[in-house]
């Protein structure tokens, strides 16, 4: 099957044909891959609503771009919707625009409940006028008790689970630390298209829940699941858990200040 994308994706470059088109002629081998609880149709209407919010993704790697809207496509989550669970993002890698994968908070939260081990998980912002309490150490404690109005600025985030058998555990992360993290860890994090930047707050959350749940013993499925955060794909499969992932992996990405792509080129963008 890769084999076939990858001369309809040269194909579908020579000809000139717009990411609609393409996605059109696809539709059979695109069937072929999708669950089953998506039928080919919805799964094109999700792809241009995707396009329409984001048109920079017309102009990604048709291969990447179906790459990503297949990951999304397998773990049940709906991207770039208010809903929040995953987005698609242009990515110049090595200059070669391609969309990246990533999961949104509530999309993290909706596969943590799907391991069936979660019987609470929840992120919380403290602003700098509520009542908050942290203690780690052999008898950890947390108390969070927000102030009735004027709550002030935001200064930390946190989130806790606790598991169907009685096990708990949080974690806290001060704003400025999240900043840090993020600078370091996301290379999509200065673009004018990252969820960085429209949704702040629930990337923070986001960060702290991927901290938190390192120590809760969730199955491998729910490994495997989040693994597929910040990945590009240039291959569609029944099995997208097996599709390698192309993220270069770098300490810092570039942003192009006119069109909002980032980079990570070493040369004339750094």
Not at 198 to 213: R, Y
Not at 241 to 255: C, H, K, L
């Amino acid at each position: 099957m890769a084999g076939k994308i990858q001369n309809q994706v040269a194909t579908t470059n020579s000809n000139g044909k717009t990411m609609q088109q393409y996605i059109k002629q696809m539709e059979g081998e695109i069937k072929k891959a999708l669950p089953s609880v998506i039928t080919p149709e919805r799964f094109t209407r999700i792809v241009l609503s995707a396009i329409s919010v984001n048109p920079k993704l017309s102009q990604c790697t048709p291969a990447s771009f179906l790459g990503a809207m297949m990951t999304s496509a397998q773990l049940g989550l709906e991207v770039n919707t208010p809903l929040g669970q995953a987005y698609v993002l242009p990515y110049n890698n090595h200059g070669k625009l391609e969309a990246q994968f990533q999961l949104g908070y509530k999309g993290l939260i909706d596969l943590a409940y799907r391991s069936g081990e979660v019987e609470v998980i929840q992120a919380h912002v403290v602003y700098e006028n509520d009542k908050f309490d942290v203690q780690y150490g052999l008898e950890p404690k947390l108390t969070h008790i927000p102030a009735d109005t004027d709550r002030g600025d935001p200064v930390k985030v946190y989130a806790v689970f606790k598991t169907k058998s009685g096990g708990y555990g949080f974690e806290v992360m001060s704003m400025d630390d999240v900043r840090k993290h993020a600078e370091k860890y996301s290379q999509a994090y200065k673009s004018e298209y990252s969820p960085w930047k429209k949704n702040f707050e629930e990337m923070a959350k986001k960060t702290v829940l991927k901290k938190v749940l390192k120590y809760a013993p969730l199955k491998s499925d729910f490994a495997r699941n989040i693994n597929q955060d910040d990945s590009i794909k240039s291959e569609i499969s029944d099995d997208m858990y097996s599709v390698p992932n192309e993220t270069i992996e770098v300490d810092y990405a570039v942003v192009d200040e006119e069109t909002g792509e980032v980079t990570n080129d070493i040369g004339e963008n750094v």
